[in-house]
Structures are given as structure tokens and as C-alpha cells.
């Protein structure tokens, strides 16, 4: 009996070890049980909560403008604008009453004549507008280089224009080309002094083939025969001095506009005349000499002297008219 108890004691343990392990391999290969499993190992709700942090954490890093630190002259201008020809107001950007333009320095270290042509028509008005640049005669499909090193802002069509590209550059200036039949750089590029940038044409608001070229800072229009020398192609000085004051006497061409006219105060019979003679008049205030109006008008002593029939020493008289 002793010996039958043994054996079945012993066959119910080998039975009950045979379903623990069955039931463990069923268990392991329970349909659905796999994704339990996956679900129950990726429920790890604090390191979920330490990638969201580190994931807020990455997000602010890449929030940040990166542009204001590689776009040239990020310390004078505030803003990169990709669409917008001349999109800088220069009476709140300019706070001083001159500053020194180093046109040719480490970070600015060669020039390049655009195109070595004529000039056609300067800064100034010109039929009845302002023209902002100096025009130079090409042919299109005559290449087009950058003036100084720097950085493509602007490479599209633009009111007026037509194609047009625009360097900013590490001496704080912005150099426009206009009336391209092709532009060959895109936004962001960076280009050298004498690099090819496009091809001449007569594209936008022209009357025939060249290049419309101007010379700004901080928005600002600046005549650039008061900066280069045309007839050699090369830079008049290696710094270029911009004053307020200049700005209000030369470049800022509406404001002058609208000062002219009620400066002058010529009446309509006076208008009329300069109007049929195509004369410029202007009637003499007090304070008025001759050495004035050759700066104020961008003329010389010798010239309205020629025109009026005067002499450097004449006495001006108060409400004479002078030919300019």
C-alpha cells in the first residue's frame, strides 16, 4: 500500500508540473498577449514625462532666430525681410547726426563696378519722379556683379524694378539692381565683390536696355556718384561719411521736393515762365548767396554765375530770380 501511495503521489506531482507548464506556454502564446505587453513596458509615464520636458526643451531651442546672427550687419539692421524691396524706415533707425561707412575694411575688403558703362540718367528727379539710382548703359545679357561681398535679400520681380536683386552687405549698405533679363543668385546666397549675380536687360518700368543700380543704408536712398567715381570705376575713398544732414539737403528727394516749393515761393507768373523757359528759379531770401545755392541745387558758383549774367562778387537782392 505504502507502495502504491509513493507512485501515486508521485504521478500527481509529474500531472500538476505537466499543466503549469502548458499553461505557461499558453499563456506566452495567448493571442492579444503580445500587445499587453508592449502596452504594460511602453506605459512609463515618468519617462514620458522627462521626453516631453526634454522635447519643450529642444522646441525653445529651435524657436530661436538664428538670423539675427548670421545675416550681414545683424547689429545695425533689426530684421531680414525676404519680400519687401525697402522695407526700413531711416528716421527711426538713424539716431546719430553722421556716421562713418568703412566701404572697404576686413569685413568689406574689395569693390567692383556692377558694369563699367556710361551713365545714362543720375540721382535726382527726373520727369516728374524721384529716380533713387544712377543708370548705366548695357546690352542685355551683359553680366552683372555684386559691388562688395555680401548676402542676397531680395532676388524677384518688383514694382517698378522689374527683376531685381539685393546684396546687403557687412559695411551696412544694401546695393538694388534693377531691369535684369535674369537673375542668376538666390535669397541667402552669398556672393563676392565681382561675382556674377545676373544678366543686364529692360525688364519693370524702362524705356531701353541698363542697369539701374542704387546705393542705400538703412533704407535710405544715397546718390552714389558722391561715393564713386564712375569714369575709373573705383571707390572715392575707402570710407564714405553719411550725414543727417546731407541726407535732408541731397538724398531725401520728396521732402526736397515739397521744401522747393514752398521755399521758392514763386508766384504763377513766375512758375509759368520757368515752366515755358524749362528753367529752375529761384527767388532769393534772405541769407541767400551764391556759394548756398551752388550746394543747395548740386551746382557750382561758376555755373549760375553764367546763367544770370553774374559775378562771384554780385550783391544778391531779396526777391531777385535766379536761373538754376
Known amino acids: 500500500m505504502k507502495v502504491i501511495h509513493k507512485i501515486f503521489i508521485i504521478i500527481s506531482l509529474l500531472v500538476v508540473t505537466s499543466n503549469t507548464v502548458s499553461a505557461s506556454v499558453y499563456d506566452e502564446k495567448k493571442p492579444g498577449d503580445d500587445k499587453k505587453k508592449v ?48 522695407p526700413y524706415n531711416f528716421n527711426e533707425a538713424f539716431k546719430v547726426d553722421s556716421v562713418e561707412i568703412d566701404l572697404v575694411n576686413p569685413d568689406a575688403p574689395g569693390f567692383k563696378m556692377p558694369f563699367k558703362g556710361n551713365t545714362t540718367s543720375e540721382f535726382g528727379w527726373r520727369r516728374r519722379r524721384p529716380h533713387y539710382g544712377t543708370d548705366i548703359d548695357l546690352v542685355t545679357g551683359d553680366t552683372v556683379v555684386s559691388a562688395f561681398d555680401g548676402m542676397v535679400r531680395i532676388a524677384k520681380v518688383c514694382y517698378g524694378y522689374g527683376n531685381c536683386i539685393i546684396v546687403r552687405h557687412n559695411n551696412g549698405l544694401e546695393t538694388v539692381y534693377g531691369h ?53 570705376g573705383n571707390l ?89
Not at 220 to 228: N, S, T
Not at 249 to 263: E, N, P, S, T, V
Open 236 to 324: 572715392k575713398d575707402n570710407c564714405f561719411v553719411l550725414r543727417k544732414t546731407d541726407v535732408v539737403a541731397k538724398y531725401d528727394l520728396r521732402a526736397l521736393k515739397g521744401r522747393h516749393r514752398r521755399d521758392v515761393g514763386l508766384t504763377k507768373a513766375e512758375l509759368a515762365y520757368a515752366k515755358k523757359t524749362g528753367s529752375k528759379l529761384h527767388k532769393i531770401k534772405n541769407g541767400d548767396t551764391l556759394g548756398y545755392l551752388a550746394k543747395r541745387y548740386h551746382t557750382t558758383v561758376g555755373a549760375l554765375c553764367k546763367k544770370n549774367k553774374l559775378k562771384p562778387t554780385s550783391t544778391l537782392r531779396l526777391g531777385q530770380l535766379i536761373k538754376i
Open 180 to 232: 535684369l533679363s535674369q537673375m542668376n543668385v538666390e535669397v541667402g546666397q552669398v556672393v563676392k565683390a565681382g561675382e556674377i549675380i545676373g544678366l543686364g536687360g529692360n525688364t519693370g518700368r524702362s524705356t531701353g536696355d541698363h542697369l539701374h543700380w542704387e546705393l542705400r543704408y538703412l533704407g535710405q536712398a544715397i546718390d552714389a556718384m558722391d561715393v564713386v567715381d564712375f569714369k575709373s
Open 39 to 86: 502596452k504594460s513596458k511602453d506605459d512609463t509615464s515618468s519617462v514620458n514625462t522627462n521626453i516631453a520636458k526634454l522635447s519643450e526643451d529642444c522646441n525653445e531651442d529651435v524657436d530661436i532666430d538664428t538670423s539675427l546672427i548670421v545675416f550681414p550687419s545683424n547689429d545695425l539692421y533689426a530684421s531680414w525681410d525676404t519680400t519687401m524691396a525697402h
